[in-house]
C-alpha cells in the first residue's frame, strides 16, 4: 500500500470515528500497543491500521503524525458551529418556530461523534429517549448535564432532571 491508500482511508474514517477518537488510535499505536489491541478497541480502524503496516520503511511514526494531523484539522473544521434559534417559551404565530423536543430529537439524530446536552430541567422525552439510545449505538459519546433539584433551589420540583434520561445505557450524567 503507498501513502495514498493512507490518506484515502483515513479520510473515509475520519468522519464515522471523529477527530477524538483518531487522535486516540494514533497515541495507542504511538505508545506501542499492537494493531491486534487496537483493533479489538475499535473494530472501524482494521483498514486504517491495514495501511499503516503496509507502509514502506522508516516505520509508523511518519503515518502516525500524518494521522494526527488529519485528527487536528478535522477538529477544526468541527468546530465550526452552526446556530440555530429553538423557542422554548409560549406558542407564537407569528414565528414560524419548531419545538424544543423535536429539535433536540434532530440534533440527536444526526450526531456523528459526540454529543453534550445541557438542561436545567428535564422529563422523560421517548422519541428523544429514543434518539439518544441510537445515538449510543452508533458509537457516539454521549454526556448530559443537568441541574440538581438542590441547586434550582425551589425553581424546580419532582424527580431529580437526571432521572429523564438513566434508562439511556451508557451516558455519561
Do not use: C, K, N
Not at 3 to 12: D, I, P, T, V, Y
Not at 82 to 111: N, Y
Amino acid at each position: 500500500m503507498s501513502w495514498a491508500e493512507l490518506e484515502r482511508r483515513a479520510e473515509s474514517l475520519v468522519p464515522e470515528l471523529g477527530a477524538v477518537r483518531l487522535r486516540e488510535l494514533a497515541g495507542w499505536l504511538a505508545q506501542g500497543w499492537s494493531p491486534e489491541v487496537v483493533r479489538r478497541a475499535e473494530p472501524r480502524a482494521a483498514p486504517l491500521l491495514e495501511a499503516v503496516a503496509a507502509l514502506p520503511e522508516p516505520g509508523p511514526e511518519p503515518a502516525l503524525a500524518y494521522l494526527r494531523g488529519v485528527a487536528a484539522g478535522y477538529a477544526r473544521r468541527g468546530s465550526e458551529a452552526q446556530v440555530e434559534s429553538v423557542w422554548s417559551g409560549p406558542g407564537t404565530h407569528r414565528v414560524p418556530v419548531r419545538a424544543m423536543a423535536q429539535v433536540l430529537t434532530s440534533l440527536v439524530e444526526d450526531a456523528r461523534t459526540e454529543l453534550v446536552l445541557t438542561t436545567y430541567s428535564a422529563r422523560p422525552y421517548p422519541p428523544l429517549l429514543d434518539a439518544l439510545t441510537q445515538a449510543r449505538a452508533r458509537g457516539v459519546a454521549v454526556t448530559i448535564v443537568v441541574e440538581t433539584l438542590q441547586g434550582a433551589g425551589s425553581a424546580l420540583a419532582g424527580a431529580e432532571p437526571h432521572q429523564a434520561f438513566a434508562e439511556v445505557p451508557g451516558v455519561e450524567l
